[in-house]
């Protein structure tokens, strides 16, 4: 079945496990973040390793480590973390990115523009505050 919208599983990795991180206080281990989530441990730590480059989190190695907040939650939002994966959210001229279109005018009309504009508000409203 398709989906007009879908997280890549990165995006939805990167925020639910900030979410457990946050609430965790003193950091959390990504065994126990895939117990939780059911994602493979090995994709959380590669997912949670950009977010310790991009200064997100913390990260202590070997059998008592895991991650912790480097940052205040009140302070970090949903778009942060999406970004910090996938990048920079963009609304521009063609919602497909064609640098050619055939038409005199989109087919898509506003209707992706809009969508996107709503996600992104969506995102910066949200903290992980919200979901202590």
């Given at each position: 079945?398709?989906?007009?919208?879908?997280?890549?599983?990165a995006?939805?990795?990167?925020?639910?496990?900030?979410v457990?991180?946050?609430?965790?206080?003193?950091?959390?281990?990504a065994?126990k973040?895939?117990?939780?989530?059911?994602?493979?441990?090995?994709?959380?730590?590669?997912?949670?390793?950009?977010?310790?480059?991009?200064?997100m989190?913390?990260?202590?190695?070997?059998?008592?480590?895991g991650?912790?907040m480097?940052?205040?939650?009140?302070?970090?939002?949903?778009l942060?973390i999406?970004?910090?994966i996938?990048g920079?959210?963009?609304?521009g001229?063609?919602?497909?990115?064609?640098?050619?279109?055939?038409f005199?005018?989109?087919?898509?009309g506003?209707?992706?523009?809009?969508l996107?504009?709503?996600?992104k508000k969506f995102?910066n409203?949200?903290?992980?505050?919200s979901?202590?």
């Open positions: 079945m398709s989906k007009i919208f879908a997280l890549s599983e995006s939805s990795i990167a925020i639910h496990s900030m457990l991180i946050a609430r965790s206080g003193n950091g959390i281990n065994v973040i895939a117990e939780i989530t059911g994602f493979s441990k090995n994709h959380i730590a590669k997912v949670l390793q950009r977010l310790v480059k991009n200064d989190l913390k990260s202590v190695r070997g059998p008592a480590g991650f912790s480097k940052m205040d939650p009140k302070n970090v939002s949903l942060d999406y970004v910090s996938e920079q959210l963009d609304v001229e063609c919602p497909l990115s064609y640098d050619l279109c055939g005199d005018r989109c087919l898509m506003t209707v992706v523009n809009k996107t504009t709503e996600f995102l409203e949200q903290t992980l505050q979901y202590l």
